[in-house]
């Protein structure tokens, strides 16, 4: 059995040769780490100022919510009004789809007023 020589090749290694840090490279990082660290620091102390305008914008939403609620049931209204046409057109002409349509139009109408309901509770 023959021992192998191990021989080293990569151009990282070179026994002998020492690094050697250069002055003005390490303070070039060493600013470069403290504008950094400045920058970051300086944003969040100037994200202090957001938080009033997420109160005004919660306070614009939810002014919004009493017209809108009475603009849904108003939609309510208008929607129940064409359904009991529709419904007393087909009940008139003797269709025996009157009952579902019925139910369709009156579950639309029942929907709008919870679902304006419901937004209103969760946001108020």
Known sequence: MTKKKIEFHSSFF???KKYKHSLPSLKKKVLMSAAFVFAAV???FAQGNGIGGITEATNMVTSYFDPGTKLIYAIGAVVGLIG???VY????????DTSKTAASWFGACIFLIVAATILRSFFL
């Open 14 to 16: 070179t026994p002998g």
């Open 42 to 44: 300086s944003s969040a």
């Open 84 to 86: 009991g046409i529709k």
């Open 89 to 96: 057109n087909k009940f008139s002409s003797g269709d025996p």
